[in-house]
């Protein structure tokens, strides 16, 4: 099968997109998705997307994780399907598509600035030292300091392959407060390793770094890979709604390949 398909990263956290409105990649399967995400024998991504039509929205978002199976949702994937549904011809100054956790809106700013509208939450766990709680895709948020130095590879596989979560999984995050928002490091499920950036776990880190007060944030996020800003409104101690991820989307390159149909 010949493939069309496009590169695009946002903070970092790289994707492959490719339009699929006809459906003519409705057949691809696991294995093919593995091989176009290996960085070595493939194109090299934490994930694959494709846009699909979706009646009653603009378009519809399907998500891959890079080992193949198909994700929860994915922030920053979400971001770079929107910059690409606009390269793609959809010029409404909104985008609305359904991704697999419901409906999203979004917003361009310029060329290459996304804002994501994420799915209200109403739930969040709190034990001693952590938070755990599902932005789309469910995270482990753990406060810590030296961040920088984290060895985040094996104190995330730790987390992620203890007896709670080795089934289902789960992404892990470690936050560390700045003079000015908060710095955010990820390991992710289904890639299972750290990547530069996670749209739904820098949300996540997001909302559990606001104060007590029931009003308004805007919380600056540094990850590896860049910068976003998360803006939500708390309503209760553990609820928060209109809750936006606004970071970059940029197109990195384009290009053909063939790939096996076994
Ligand atoms: N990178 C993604 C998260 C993908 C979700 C996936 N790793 C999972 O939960 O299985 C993001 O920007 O939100």
């Given amino acids: 099968m010949q493939v069309h398909f496009y590169k695009y990263q946002g903070t970092g956290n790289d994707f492959v997109i490719m339009d699929n409105r006809d459906g003519r990649y409705d057949g691809l399967t696991q294995q093919q998705v593995h091989h176009l995400c290996h960085r070595r024998f493939g194109i090299g991504a934490d994930g694959l997307m494709l846009l699909n039509n979706q009646p009653g929205y603009d ?155 029931a009003t308004t944030y805007r919380v600056p996020v540094q990850t590896l890979g860049g910068h976003l800003e998360v803006r939500f409104t708390k309503t209760g101690e553990r609820s928060f709604t209109d809750i936006w991820l606004c970071g970059p989307a940029l197109l990195v390159f384009e290009g053909q390949l063939i790939i096996n149909n076994e």
Avoid at 62 to 91: H, I, P, T, W
Avoid at 174 to 186: A, L
Wanted: aromatic residues 12%; hydrophobic residues 30%; glycine residues 12%.
């Fill in 59 to 213: 378009f519809g978002m399907k998500y891959y994780n890079a080992d193949g199976n198909e994700g929860s949702m994915c922030g920053n994937g979400g971001r770079c399907l929107v910059a690409f549904a606009r390269k793609m011809g959809l010029q409404q100054p909104q985008l609305r598509f359904l991704a697999v956790d419901g409906p999203h809106e979004a917003t361009m700013q310029g060329e290459d600035w996304v804002n994501l509208k994420m799915q209200d939450v109403d739930w969040v766990e709190q034990g001693p030292l952590y938070y755990y709680l599902n932005t789309g895709s469910p995270h482990f948020v753990k406060y810590v300091d030296g961040i920088q130095s984290l060895d985040v590879y094996t104190e995330g596989r730790q987390i992620r392959y203890n007896d709670r979560f080795a089934k289902e999984g789960t992404n892990v995050n470690f936050v560390q407060q700045q003079d000015n928002g908060i710095f955010v490091r990820t390991y992710e499920r289904g890639v299972e390793d750290e990547t530069y950036s996670c749209g739904t776990g820098v949300t996540a880190a997001a909302l559990t770094s606001a104060g007590n007060e």
